[in-house]
């Protein structure tokens, strides 16, 4: 039996197919978070030669690793073609004359648990609240993992349980359906990170609060960056007119004093590092450990 919070990556891409054109300006909460990830590498020595960003909507992300390192090959790849054309039009244009002058791909169509590129090929995967749409983190940080040269970086935000708190209780039914996305624990990321086989795991969490005047501006603001409902779980069709007038009535629960309805946003941030490459011994060779006495 399918997981009912399974995600249905295609209603993801169609969702954010949508949104391309309105995403910029209501990603308010993803451009903070995209403006401390670039302090947090501030503080990492890497030189990278090609860099992913992975997940890269409107590509204002990899516009600001390609100033960060302008001597890399910078790869905006994204689920949605949609996002990817809106990263073409900002693309600066001596970026494009590069990619064209080199011939080196930097849009890519394509989901991070199957990334199509080769084996060791990038210096840094760089992917800013993406991963939450992977059904399988396993299997995304494996293909991160596979993709990364020896020594090279992964950095990463992505939600965690307390994203939405409000509107998961507030959309509670006696019914089977789901009206949030399931989002994964900072510790279960990190064990995922070390099951991939990553080294120097660090993760840390912090929460956003975004305050609305009423519940349809929550679900104008989430339509607008394409996060729908994507969970196989969800009811199919419209929703009814009883349904939001519950909707609002249980949000109002949560109302501030300052008159404002918050939406919270757990954000976990984590990066590590692909481990070293060992040499591989001549067949018939065995290592020997010499300890101190």
Not at 8 to 32: C, G, H, I, P, W
Not at 60 to 70: I, V, Y
Not at 109 to 126: F, N, Y
Not at 154 to 165: A, E, H, R
């Amino acid at each position: 039996m399918q997981d009912s919070y399974w995600i249905d990556k295609a209603r993801v891409r169609a969702s954010f197919e949508r949104a391309a054109q309105t995403y910029d300006a209501a990603a308010v909460l993803q451009k903070n978070v995209r403006e401390e990830m670039l302090d947090r590498l501030g503080l990492v020595n890497i030189a990278p030669e090609t860099i992913l960003d992975a997940g890269c909507g409107t590509g204002h992300g990899s516009f600001a690793l390609q100033r960060r390192f302008p001597q890399a090959h910078t790869i905006s790849l994204d689920l949605a073609m949609g996002m990817l054309q809106q990263t073409y039009a900002q693309q600066p244009a001596l970026q494009r004359w590069m990619a064209k002058l080199t011939g080196k791909k930097s849009l890519l169509c394509a989901d991070i648990e199957a990334l199509p590129l080769v084996d060791h090929s990038v210096d840094m995967v760089w992917s800013n609240l993406a991963i939450q749409w992977c059904n399988n983190l396993d299997q995304a940080f494996a293909e991160i993992k596979r993709v990364l040269k020896p020594n090279g970086l992964v950095m990463f935000s992505t939600f965690g349980p307390d994203t939405l708190k409000e509107l998961r209780i507030a959309s509670a039914q006696d019914d089977a359906t789901t009206h949030v996305s399931r989002f994964i624990d900072m510790h279960d990321i990190g064990d995922a990170m070390t099951r991939a086989g990553f080294s120097a795991p660090v993760l840390d969490v912090e929460h956003f609060t975004l305050t609305y005047d009423d519940v349809k501006s929550v679900m104008r603001d989430l339509k607008s960056i394409g996060a729908h409902n994507a969970t196989a779980g969800r009811a199919r069709g419209l929703v009814g007119k009883g349904f939001l007038q519950q909707l609002a009535a249980r949000y109002e629960q949560f109302r501030q004093q300052d008159g404002k309805l918050p939406a919270t946003f757990e954000v976990v941030y984590g990066h590590a590092w692909a481990p070293e490459q060992r040499q591989a011994l001549p067949e018939g060779f065995a290592p020997i450990a010499f300890r101190a006495r």
